[in-house]
């Protein structure tokens, strides 16, 4: 899920979570409240109500650089959930925007246990690896894996 162009700092400390640099890059940051999100997606808004929650419990947050690098970190924050809901609901939501199966698959990444999401070709800007920590689901998406260790490095334990 996207953030526009316009920069928006809703979650601050969400933000702070997220790398400020990947692959040399320096990354820009930037977070939305779900109240002010623009989508207007079937399964995102079914993703919340089947964890009994509104876009008000939602925050998203980005880290992406303006240049060339091919990989882009995120954070979905809803208050009062779980990791094991949240992970389910995200790997729902995506399956939901695709017409073919994703693949889903363990890896250790950076000491890390990485839900990855989709194999090589299979989403358009590369897989999605996820960790998720409390109510907070970390993803991030590359076709490189090497951008994807160093990503799932500077993320929380």
Known sequence: ??????????????EALLPHTLGGALLKTESQSGKD?????????????????????????????QGELKAEVGA???????????????????????????????????????TRIGDPGQLTRGPLYVIARGNTLFFVQTPDPSLANEAMGKLPP
Do not use: C, I
């Open 37 to 65: 999100l623009s989508t207007g997606s079937t399964a995102f808004d079914a993703f919340l109500t089947a964890l009994g929650k509104t876009r008000a419990d939602f925050t998203v947050a980005s880290a992406y650089s």
């Open 76 to 114: 979905w924050r809803v208050n009062g959930t779980d990791e094991a809901a949240l992970l389910k609901g995200f790997r729902q939501v995506l399956q939901a925007s695709s017409t073919t199966p994703l693949a889903n698959a363990q890896e250790k990444m950076a000491g890390k246990s990485v």
């Open 1 to 14: 899920m996207a953030v526009s162009a316009q920069e928006r700092h809703a979650d601050p400390q969400l």
